[in-house]
């Protein structure tokens, strides 16, 4: 986990001045145009999809302001979203050290690296869905210490609990603001859902906690909404609708199980990889781990439905059924 860490940092480090791409240089010269103007809203700025707040921005704007240094500063920022990403982790798995550390190393390897794939997206440059991804996964585990503080009867309101809690709904407000209604739809949504299921299904109820704390989280959305419809008119995914049957007959669902396959590298538009070479052995071996994590997510709902009280480990990968 530590040579993980350390080694995204120094991928940071050595090869962000080197790798500019478009979508990063946008958000390095935000960076700047922020830091220079003295404020988050740039009067005239063009926004494409979103404000970039929930991004690397949210760290490295206050490190560049400080340093000057904008490669350093957006590596920086990635260094504490990786931190992140580990204390989540270990906020879901509290009592099961070696499957936080499982969970943290499968989090952290980069499986792909590109303009627009998962190293980039989440621990490299801009990491414009490093936020994002993150808030979902912390919504899992304070729910999961707010059953359990609320089943053994102890106050909430500890640091263990209180601090994660204000966090996500912190970056609830924050998503909604910059990226508009996506992030609540795809990812705060599925969770809360996941939750709500299992709760009723094994309890009967939910914690009243987690109640005012959802109640904050929809009230926090709506504000960032509005926010985000007065600084940039909102966003593409306000627009989001469903996919048709025929949509489906056509082929989405092929595309979503390729999609799944690409965000771990075992996909190529490439038909002259050869099997005997060493790329195309890793490559076999990348398609192995993809059809492993599939079958330990079929394996986990099987037990979840199985054995209800094994639900608290298994709501991580039951959110991919959702998902």
Known sequence: MIFQIIFAFGCNLIYMPRLIDGDFAMLATHIREMAENGTAVIADWKYTTTAEWDSAVLFALPLYIITHKIYFSLSLSNLIISILYVLACFLIFEKNRKAALICVNLLLIPYEFGMLSYFNMLFYGGSQYGIKVLIPILIIGVSLRMTEYSEEKKNVLTSKVLI??????????????SSGIYVCMCGVFPAAATYIVMQFDR??????SWIVTACLGMLLTGLGLIANKRIMGGTRAD???????????????????????????????????????????????????????????????KKLFAHPSLSDAC??????GIH
């Open 239 to 301: 627009s989001l609708t469903f996919v048709t049957f025929n949509q489906y007959a056509d082929g989405y669902l092929i595309k979503m199980v390729c999609g799944f396959f690409s965000v771990f590298g075992a996909s190529t538009t490439n038909s002259n990889i050869s099997v005997t070479s060493l790329y195309g052995a890793f490559f076999f071996l990348r398609i192995i781990f993809v059809l492993i994590l599939i079958c330990a997510v079929v394996f986990s709902v």
């Open 203 to 208: 309890r009967g109820k939910l914690p009243i």
């Open 164 to 177: 994660p809690t204000i966090f996500v709904l912190f970056l609830i407000f924050l998503t909604a603001a």
């Open 315 to 320: 709501l991580c990968p039951f959110l991919f």
